[in-house]
């Protein structure tokens, strides 16, 4: 799950909002960072406060399927609707081409309002200074009181800043396609599993049905799954120091797992593998999974689970993410709705978010397209609607909680650079050009090389 992040590659001349925000405050004694007045406009046609009202547009971004899509636009019409002021310009597409053209946006100054944030960037975009501060309007235009404080303080807070509000509840998982293991006519994995018993289990599928077909699909170049495998053998990606934490062994171990896995022929060939990225995209002429080409594939997110049942219907299932001294499966934010630190409208993007993360109008729209909502109010507004999918994703969800998990780990700046090289340093491995070792502590000078330059 990577993402282009070509602007951190370069300075951003991000302006500072503060002075600006103090002296349209000082001189209007009503602008909250609108662009204009404060005022808004109920569902019923009045307004709520103030004698002049402007037309706001607020441009909001996110990235998924287009069943999220279709939700999110029937949301947006919801909250138009309440507030009659306010036309919400909608950006979304796909992962990858969101964040390629989110990096040209930001590069431009040209981020969007609102955008929906990963938990894998919120920290390096936070810290470059490309997300507002939502800490002026909450009570007012923001409510914050039903969410997870934890979660608002570890995750959502950076540097002080509350620069992300959480969305949904998540955990790292794997995808099982069922139908491939009812043909194989073999038992499916335990939701509990060692690479060595799923590894063993894709010979068995290999073996009933033949060539073209991969039990697990090869993981090996993205970071985030050697991230998972760390931690599920006690080890660390980063250090204190803002440099890679691990040992060195582990990364050999697990490129090796991976090369053992191509040879036998139970995972694709590097060719397929490349083709089939980014991993979890749930495009049906792309994804390995849909397509039948491999039966196990992660590591994914329970958020992403509705994406495929709806595709794939009964055929699809989530287990843990391998375990091995420990689980392997992580727990995070699904994602989170932030707000550009160069908007002028930040109050309007507040009251969206809060429209999004905090109203049950909302709610009855989005269900759980997003993941399992943040909002412990929310999440109970919506238990008597749960389908058999969401009380899946609900005890999968619990189960990773109750296994001990670590929690996602974003990393220091210079983490999305750094992903991008481990999937450009292992891609080499994986088509014969640098062996294990070589690949290994190219990696490392490298990634090392990044975190001096972003965090000195």
């Given at each position: ?32 960072g ?8 109920g569902?019923?046609?009045n307004?709520e ?25 029937q949301?947006?019409?919801k ?10 310009i909608?950006?979304y ?28 960037y919120i920290?390096?975009?936070?810290e ?13 235009a ?36 069922n ?39 090869d993981?090996s ?23 890679l934490g ?11 797992m ?7 022929g ?11 990225l ?20 992660g ?11 709806s595709?794939?219907?009964d ?14 499966s992580?727990?995070?934010?699904a ?5 550009s ?13 809060d ?5 049950e ?5 989005l ?49 999305g ?5 481990f999937?450009?340093v292992?891609?080499?491995h ?7 070792e070589?690949?290994v ?10 975190f001096a330059?972003?965090?000195?």
């Amino acid at each position: 799950m990577t993402g282009s992040n070509k602007w951190f590659k370069k300075p951003l001349l991000i302006a500072s909002i503060s002075a600006l925000l103090m002296s349209l405050l000082a001189a209007c004694g009503q602008d909250n960072g609108n662009g204009g007045s404060s005022t808004t406009k109920g569902e019923n046609g009045n307004k709520e406060q103030g004698a002049q009202e402007e037309k706001i547009e607020l441009r909001f971004a996110w990235w998924g399927s287009q069943g999220r899509h279709d939700r999110t636009l029937q949301a947006i019409a919801k909250f138009e609707q309440k507030y009659q002021n306010i036309k919400v310009i909608p950006e979304y597409s796909s992962w990858d081409g969101y964040w390629e053209k989110l990096s040209t946006q930001v590069s431009a100054g040209n981020a969007p309002d609102v955008m929906q944030m990963s938990i894998l960037y919120i920290k390096e975009y936070s810290e470059r200074e490309v997300l507002a501060d939502l800490n002026p309007f909450v009570g007012s235009a923001l409510k914050i009181d039903d969410l997870n404080a934890d979660v608002l303080s570890n995750q959502g807070t950076i540097g002080g800043k509350l620069t992300g509000i959480p969305v949904a509840d998540n955990a790292s998982v794997l995808l099982v396609n069922n139908e491939m293991f009812d043909q194989a006519k073999i038992g499916k994995p335990e939701k509990d599993s060692t690479w060595d018993e799923l590894f063993a289990i894709s010979r068995e599928l290999k073996a009933a049905l033949g060539d073209n077909v991969y039990g697990m699909f090869d993981s090996s170049s993205s970071l985030e799954a050697f991230m998972y495998y760390l931690f599920s053998k006690g080890d660390k990606m980063y250090s204190e120091d803002n440099r890679l934490g691990y040992n060195d062994e582990n990364l050999k171990a697990w490129m090796s797992m991976w090369e053992t896995a191509r040879k036998e022929g139970i995972a694709p060939p590097a060719n397929i593998t490349a083709s089939a990225l980014p991993l979890s995209n749930a495009d049906p002429n792309k994804d390995a999974l849909l397509k039948g080409t491999v039966a196990m594939m992660g590591p994914t997110w329970i958020a992403a689970f509705p994406a495929y049942q709806s595709v794939m219907t009964d055929n699809v299932d989530m287990i843990s993410y391998p375990r091995a001294e420990q689980t392997g499966s992580v727990l995070q934010t699904a994602m989170f709705f932030s707000a550009s630190a160069k908007s002028k409208k930040q109050e309007a993007a507040a009251l969206l978010i809060d429209f999004l993360v905090n109203s049950e109008e909302a709610a009855d729209i989005l269900e759980t397209e997003r993941g399992l909502p943040e909002n412990k109010k929310v999440r109970e507004y919506l238990a008597p609607k749960f389908t058999d999918r969401d009380k899946k994703m609900i005890a999968m969800l619990e189960h990773v909680s109750q296994s001990n998990p670590a929690w996602y780990d974003a990393g220091p700046k210079g983490a999305g650079e750094v992903t991008a090289l481990f999937e450009k340093v292992i891609q080499k491995h994986q088509f014969g050009k640098a062996t294990i070792e070589e690949a290994v502590k190219e990696f490392r000078v490298e990634a090392d090389k990044i975190f001096a330059r972003n965090n000195g």
